[in-house]
């Protein structure tokens, strides 16, 4: 009751976009840090971060570094997420992993909290936190299921250049201007020139023709609910900063009018409704960044089903999408005594 | 064979994006043009327009203007059609009408060359050219529904400012330069800040929730290809200057490999296929915008759906989905001998 515990928090990709989002929902959200522990690769070794009013020097992340840490927060990309993570399991840190590295793996939990908290009770030490797409899309999908049954799920994303990191920001933002005056854009991050231009994929092609980021949405959708919905993803990049939009048809096993949904949705957690047609307010990138909440607008019949729905979803890729949702793990493991 | 018949054209909204694609469109596919006649309102009456090398007043659109016009392309937005396209069927002219106005009109054919040019032989003077994102659509949907049959099509579609006319695209470049310049964006012509931004609505709102773009699909779909194709859309409007993309769900009666697919679409008529995923080349707006084929990608199986498949389709919306469909129109009535 009193004497409240409290934790050595190690970010792993301390300087990285989701790295700093990390630290600044830790601290907006008053999670009880006794010790920070910032870790990136050896070249951003020696950087200062911020962490409120304490500068602190970045360590390099090698698996001596992760001794006494309570909860690793790693946002340093696949790569480094497996040749690293292992060790710091080892080394007793719980580690929530933001990467894809270990999201597929049996024995490891990949967690919604709003979805299914649950499987944090059998964690061995590493949690996975979903793709950014995959986790503002079920915090919609999982109210709607319990209710109503879904059967099947069509999604288009409107994807931001944040989910590439700082530097797709900074290309985004300098292609613009090239283009403004009358200059080439030139890709360097992103494959393909992103001002004023979609990218209809985001990551590798998979055999099947799909990306990686889109076989993603349908593995990791299927993991979280705990049963296989079929889930078809197209992910596409548009020139917006920060904020993913999805554009999503779900066919459910029975008749649901919009007023159904809208009641079921209006009760659930994390959840905004924004669909005021006379106002025109809805849910827009633009507006959701920076914001914790899973916004949904647009929800009206399917004209093509009986049994469909439209909806549009929009929520901050690196706050419901990576940094928030790994720290609401962190809460709810506290709060279950699992730590 | 020899003396091959020469034509006076109207061209009504002539100062606008798509009155100006019309003219261009007409001069690059060397249409029969004895005479021009660029129409306005009254704003802009007295305007001088270039047509090639010449440079031509705007007269004033009213229906004594009509007299001797052979084609009137008219492109001035629904209201000023339905105020004048009946006189200058009245006059004799045959009109391709590329607003809302009289789309739906039992009358009236609705015609995407490619598709259904048979409908043109019972015009009444009156042919309507349809919305940009449906024609684009349709061109890809026939050849698959013929071959396969098409059960239902889900579409979200990201749509470029062009189509909201000149001033969007200004628009845009303003926006874009007032938020890299840290200044706020404001709208004027379009309902809500587009630079760095997605919209997810396009025109007006009609009772069931849709806008009046996406029942536009719907119903246009239905009406071209001639049998009422379910089509549910959602219309998304993002910051790129030119040419509209879609990201397409179709379900077919029966299984198609994407390969099937493949094979029909590129014997088809206007379709280039841009789909290599080692060269990552797929249609993005950027490269689309300025040719006049309909480019389809991203063809894959769908995941959730035995009998789905996945495609990317891009087109520019001021030609197919606007300027060349009304001069195909034109050019087949002429090739029919309807004129």
């Not at 790994?326 to 005594?337: N, S």
């Given at each position: 009751m009193t004497m409240k515990k409290k934790y050595t928090v190690g970010i792993l990709g301390a300087t990285g976009l989701?790295?700093?989002?990390?630290i600044k929902t830790l601290l907006e959200r008053k999670f009880p840090v006794a010790k920070w522990v910032p870790l990136a690769s050896a070249r951003s070794a020696g950087t200062v971060v911020s962490v409120g009013k304490q500068h602190l020097p970045v360590q390099i992340a090698e698996p001596e570094a992760f001794k006494g840490i309570d909860f690793l927060f790693?946002?340093?990309g696949g790569n480094v997420s497996k040749a690293l993570v292992p060790a710091a399991v080892e080394q007793g840190c719980i580690v929530i992993d933001n990467t894809s590295a270990f999201r597929m793996q049996d024995w490891v939990p990949l967690v919604v909290p709003e979805v299914n908290a649950e499987a944090l009770r059998?964690?061995?030490?590493?949690?996975?936190n979903p793709n950014?797409?995959?986790?503002q899309l079920v915090v919609v999908l999982k109210p709607l299921h319990d209710a109503f049954g879904i059967k099947r799920i069509v999604c288009s994303t409107y994807q931001a250049v944040s989910g590439a990191g700082n530097k797709a920001i900074e290309e985004l933002y300098t292609q613009s201007e090239q283009v403004l005056s009358g200059q080439p854009a030139l890709p360097q991050v992103l494959p393909y020139p992103i001002a004023f231009n979609v990218i209809p994929f985001i990551g590798d092609f998979e055999p099947n023709g799909y990306t990686n980021e889109e076989m993603k949405m349908t593995h990791e959708v299927a993991k979280i609910m705990g049963e296989a919905i079929p889930t078809t993803?197209?992910?596409?990049?548009?020139?917006?900063?920060?904020g993913h939009s999805e554009s999503v048809n779900i066919e459910f096993s029975r008749p649901v009018s919009p007023q159904e949904a809208r009641l079921v949705l209006q009760e659930a957690p994390l959840i905004t409704i924004r669909d005021d047609r006379q106002l025109r307010h809805f849910p827009y990138p633009?507006?959701?960044?920076?914001?914790?909440?899973?916004?949904?607008?647009?929800i009206r019949e399917d004209v093509s089903h009986p049994h469909g729905l439209n909806l549009w979803i929009v929520a901050?890729?690196?706050?419901?999408g990576a940094a928030l949702n790994?720290?609401?793990?962190?809460?709810?493991?506290?709060?279950?005594?699992l730590v």
């Open positions: 989701v790295g700093r989002e990390m790693s946002s340093a059998n964690h061995k030490g590493l949690i996975a950014c797409s995959t986790a993803a197209t992910c596409v990049r548009v020139p917006v900063a920060n633009l507006d959701v960044s920076g914001t914790d909440s899973v916004y949904v607008g647009r901050d890729n690196l706050r419901k790994a720290v609401q793990i962190a809460e709810k493991m506290v709060e279950m005594g």
